[in-house]
């Protein structure tokens, strides 16, 4: 019976291990150490001397969108069948309350029976939870260019903070410290 049971664990154990694991992409880089990663975390925002990025917010009532642009290369190579599942994290997050506005919807539109424009100001969206909000997009794949995209969207109430964020493939991160101003 042990054998039996031995052969079924080295068979089915065994067989699960060829190809590139979609649900834990970190399993793959570990079982090939041989592969060099170069990942770039930041290329479009300005750099100070001290080699902190900066970023302007510009909204006091909202999000500050942003995006982040890096590129990643294995062995030298844009990685592109299968492409690769890249994640971000950062360190600042808000605090969204019960009863708070979420968005206010205006529609504008030109009445046909009268030829009037008319603006019509509906209802505003009001939060029903409170909820804890990330400012930066958790994942992404790689573009055909080897390109990675993620967005970042600070509140007006975290100027002067910096931001870290991490991107990671794998075993491989990066650091970035974003200035907020």
């Known amino acids: 019976m042990k054998r039996i049971l031995l052969g079924f664990v080295i068979v089915f154990g065994l067989s699960g291990c060829t190809g590139e694991n979609p649900y834990y992409p970190f399993m793959d880089s570990l079982l090939k150490p041989s592969e060099k990663v170069e ?3 930041i290329t479009n925002l300005p750099k100070d001397k001290n080699g902190f ?9 909202g999000q500050n969108l942003q995006t982040l642009t890096g590129s990643i290369r294995i062995n030298g190579k844009i990685p592109d069948n299968p492409r690769v599942k890249v994640d971000w994290e950062n360190n600042l997050y808000w605090h969204l309350k019960k009863g708070d506005v979420v968005a206010t919807i205006t529609k504008t539109y030109l009445n046909q029976f009268t030829g009037q424009f008319t603006i019509v100001q509906l209802p505003p969206l009001i939060n029903n939870i409170d909820a804890l909000v990330p400012t930066i997009n958790k994942t992404c794949y790689n573009s055909v260019d080897g390109s990675i995209n993620t967005v970042i ?29």
């Open 153 to 181: 969207a600070p509140i007006w109430e975290m100027r002067g903070d910096t931001m870290q964020v991490v991107v990671r493939y794998g075993t491989n991160s990066k650091i970035e410290r974003i200035i907020l101003k």
């Open 53 to 61: 990025y900066y970023f302007q917010l510009y909204n006091q009532i």
């Open 39 to 41: 990942l770039v975390a």
